[in-house]
Each structure stands twice: as C-alpha cells, then as structure tokens.
C-alpha cells in the first residue's frame, strides 16, 4: 500500500484535471494491479470522472452546478442559514453533498482503466483561492 498527496491551488470554480498527475505518481511507484483511491480533504470542493476533451462539458458542468445551488445572496437561496463564511460557503457545501468526495479507479498493467475521454478533476466550488489537497492510495492486490 503507498500513500500519496497531490496539492492544488485553485482561484474561483472550476475543474481541475490532475489525470496525469495520479498517473505519473502511479508509474513511479511501479504499480501493477490494484485499485487507486483518491479522497479530497475539504468540504466544499469534490472530485470528479468526466469527458476531458471537450472543454464545453467542463463550462455545462460548472452552470450547471450554478442553477442547481447559487449563492446564498439569490432569493431562491433564502431558506440558508449559514453564512457565516459568505454567500458561496452553504451553496459549494451542497455542491459537493452532490458529487464524491472520493473515487475508487482500478488499475491494471500500471495505468487507470479510464475510458478514452475520462479524466479525473478536482471541481472547486468557492470563488476564493484555496489550497487544496487529494490524498491518493495505490492498493495491489
């Protein structure tokens, strides 16, 4: 079993693709079969497998996420009642109440078996800069 983490910076909503990331980490530890598992450690952002050659899934996904939980300061969002960390806090929480917080990705002859247009994303959900942080484990077996 290794343990590993990856550290982002993100500036404002958007999806984060670290696919290559986890898969050079994945060739320099020499893993064969087995299943990776990432885990983002924050509670308003969330990990994501989605199309990764199409940049227009990315803008849909984002709007998307927009409509479903706009900020607190929408009239649709009244019905909030924690705002203490802004108008985007409570509305990214349940963003990410939507989408995983972890993904579970077999591995065989030492690379993810991702279809041909998936990517792994990291989906900021605050308009602030944060860091953030995916820890990933390679278990063989």
Same mark, same amino acid.
């Not at 320099?28 to 450690?41: K, N, Q, W």
């Given at each position: 079993?290794? !343990?590993?983490? /990856?550290?982002?910076?993100?500036?404002?909503?958007?999806?984060? &693709?670290?696919?290559?990331?986890?898969?050079?980490?994945? +060739?320099?530890?020499?893993?064969?079969?087995?299943?990776?598992?990432? /885990?983002?450690?924050?509670? +308003?952002?969330?990990?994501?497998?989605?199309?990764?050659?199409?940049?227009?899934?990315?803008?849909?996904?984002?709007?998307?996420?927009?409509?479903?939980?706009?900020?607190?300061?929408?009239?649709?969002?009244?019905?909030?009642?924690?705002?203490? &960390?802004?108008?985007?806090?409570?509305?990214?929480?349940?963003?990410?109440? *939507? !989408?995983?917080? +972890?993904?579970?990705?077999? *591995?065989?002859?030492?690379?993810? *078996?991702?279809?041909?247009?998936?990517?792994?994303? !990291?989906? &900021?959900?605050?308009?602030?800069?944060?860091?953030?942080?995916?820890?990933?484990? /390679?278990?063989?077996?």
């Amino acid at each position: 079993m290794t !343990l590993t983490r /990856f550290r982002l910076q993100t500036r404002g909503p958007a999806l984060h &693709e670290i696919t290559r990331d986890v898969a050079g980490w994945l +060739s320099a530890i020499l893993a064969d079969e087995g299943v990776v598992t990432l /885990f983002v450690r924050h509670t +308003s952002c969330s990990l994501l497998i989605q199309e990764n050659a199409d940049p227009d899934v990315r803008r849909d996904l984002l709007n998307w996420l927009g409509r479903i939980a706009p900020p607190a300061v929408d009239p649709a969002m009244g019905w909030i009642t924690h705002r203490a &960390e802004g108008p985007d806090d409570m509305p990214a929480h349940l963003k990410s109440a *939507v !989408l995983p917080t +972890s993904l579970h990705i077999p *591995v065989e002859g030492g690379r993810m *078996v991702l279809g041909t247009w998936q990517g792994i994303y !990291l989906v &900021e959900h605050r308009r602030a800069p944060h860091q953030r942080e995916v820890v990933a484990k /390679f278990q063989a077996g």
